[in-house]
């Protein structure tokens, strides 16, 4: 219901050809291996990851008027990734059991936070939702087949729809229009920029060059996920004006960070399985690679030994069980 939204060119003509294909090639074994792996890896970032992060962003965002600086600049970063796991961990168990049942849906979510730009991050976040409103709503308006203010005007249009789809509030209507200026202001001032890198001699396919892009975007998006994540316009303003007028660096020595909801050993486990992510992410930035692919080019040996861990990692550190209120996955009430 939340994504990949197919388009019915590639899932109505799986589900027309699905009852001509022989039952002894649909219950082959890689295909369904694969399958159950790429669930296993949504459930690792739903379970482990997100639902932990959680805890910390509910915390904070309940209550944000309690707290300063460090602790809502680190909850709103939380909520970036929590945000991310969440839907990416929908769509991989979504693509996961699609691809067990012998249908192949879209890779929805293409490592958004290693970005350079707001633009590029658009075409790696939710893929399958941006391509949708490109083809019915930003094309159709013209694109950017028409006059520089035109284009602009076509792109912001697009976001703020983009954010009346997420709900009928002001804050998702910021949101949205936010990542629209993000692009135009981009857009505009890359001509200045050029011009500084050249007389400057920046090197711009430097490693720094480019994690200070992917810095910037980070920081960038996870601004406008405040805006998202709040429960109104108000609530937002009044988040961010905190971070700028309550400072309170002495949190970072005082313990005060373990009172957020995580003690030190869950605190741990969530270090620990960021690690795990961002080098899955590497992975599939650089080798173009999702962490199914990757494993199945390794050796046997290596390729169990990384499913029982995972598997073992979800049994003993996910947040589920008994008096557990276990949170629905964000993109269910939009």
């Known amino acids: ?62 209550a944000w008027f309690f707290y300063g600086t460090v602790e809502l600049v680190l909850a709103a970063a939380a909520f970036s990734i929590q945000i991310y796991c969440d839907f990416a961990g929908y769509s991989t168990i979504a693509v996961g059991a699609a691809k067990v049942m012998g249908f192949s849906l879209t890779d929805n979510f293409d490592t958004p936070y290693f970005s350079g730009s707001i633009q590029e991050f658009w075409r790696r976040w939710h893929i399958s939702l941006s391509t949708w409103f490109k083809d019915y709503l930003y094309i159709p308006l013209g694109g950017n087949r028409c006059g520089r203010l035109r284009r602009h005007w076509n792109i912001l249009v697009t976001f703020l729809v983009s954010g009346l789809w997420h709900g009928a509030s002001w804050h998702f209507v910021v949101w949205g229009g936010m990542h629209g200026v993000f692009q135009i202001v981009a857009a505009e001032t890359r001509p200045y920029r050029d011009l500084l890198y050249e007389r400057t001699h920046t090197k711009c396919t430097s490693f720094s060059f480019r994690f200070g892009q992917v810095a910037a975007t980070f920081v960038l998006t996870t601004f406008a996920w405040i805006f998202f994540r709040a429960r109104s316009l108000t609530q937002a303003c009044g988040y961010i004006g905190r971070i700028f007028t309550k400072p309170d660096w002495h949190v970072l020595t005082d313990g005060s960070l373990c009172q957020l909801g995580l003690d030190r050993v869950e605190a741990n486990v969530l270090l620990v399985s960021l690690w795990v992510l961002f080098a899955a992410g590497l992975v599939k930035y650089r080798k173009k690679e999702t962490p199914d692919l990757f494993l199945d080019r390794q050796c046997a040996w290596f390729r169990w030994a990384a499913v029982a861990g995972m598997f073992a990692f979800i049994f003993l550190f996910g947040v589920y069980g008994p008096g557990f209120d276990a949170g629905q996955f964000i993109y269910f009430q939009f």
Not at 25 to 38: E, F, K, N, P, W
Not at 44 to 61: E, G, P, Q, S, Y
């Open 1 to 62: 219901m939340a994504g990949p939204i197919e388009r019915s060119k590639n899932l109505l003509i799986q589900i027309a050809q699905i009852d001509h294909i022989p039952t002894g090639q649909l219950l082959r074994y890689d295909r369904i291996a694969s399958g159950l792996r790429i669930m296993l890896w949504g459930y690792f970032m739903k379970m482990v990851i997100a639902d932990r992060l959680a805890i910390i962003v509910n915390t904070v965002f309940d």
